[in-house]
């Protein structure tokens, strides 16, 4: 799935209040949060690094995305996922709507909104070309 | 968006009771709840029928998936979008996982789950066929 990417070296909890703090500057509310590091230890006892997902939307997008085609839905919100690599940074990865939403009436929103969440990742400094990434 | 869905002629909140049961029994737990018609009211004063979208994951298919690749949490959890029709009936749709993972590598995996997500629908009783949707 294609996605905006970056790494950040700050540990992982000032990295997430970055990242909200530029989805709200973009208009982008988090609806959702899952601990997926969280989730998979309470439930399999599995350990891994810490690894969030936020879910973002901006109620604008999402109304006029409602409004082509109520089966958005199912893509709804964006998924902004968090984690940790293996030298203490974080990786912040935010998928490109345009992948979710790749039927044509959706191209003049979403790249609209890829425009947007690509401002999010390029306003935490970039480590990595904050261009598409295919993971 | 491919996805499985059928239409119910019971009450949302009904609809709602009996998809949760359903995703319990096939191992999928609720992870996120976003009620997007209460969301858009509180925003931006729009009006739309009841539209719910509740996130669904099975923490066994989501260790499998996050092995495989782990910007699978671009695209987790699955999504189950709940919505009152003109005639006061629900209809539920859930997201085809295939069409989420089309990489080959996620190929048996995401058969499984498309399979148990199959199942919750049908389990719903139908009044269209649960097979796939283009919306």
Chains 1, 2 share one sequence.
Do not use: W
Not at 13 to 23: K, N, S, Y
Request: with cysteine; hydrophobic share 45%.
């Amino acid at each position: 799935m294609k996605s905006f990417a970056t790494t950040v070296a700050r540990p992982f909890d000032e990295v997430e209040r970055r990242v909200r703090a530029a989805l709200r500057e973009q208009g982008f509310g988090v609806l959702t949060e899952i601990d997926i590091a969280a989730t998979l230890h309470d439930k399999l006892g599995v350990d891994r690094p810490p690894l969030k997902i936020l879910g973002a939307c901006n109620p604008h997008f999402a109304q006029r995305a409602l409004e082509i085609d109520p089966s958005v839905s199912l893509v709804l919100p964006c998924n902004v996922a968090l984690e940790t690599t293996g030298d203490g940074a974080t990786r912040v990865a935010i998928v490109d709507p345009r992948a979710l939403m790749d039927d044509p009436a959706f191209s003049s929103l979403a790249g609209e909104a890829a425009e947007a969440l690509r401002s999010v990742v390029k306003s935490l400094g970039v480590d990595e070309d904050p261009g598409l990434h295919d993971r």
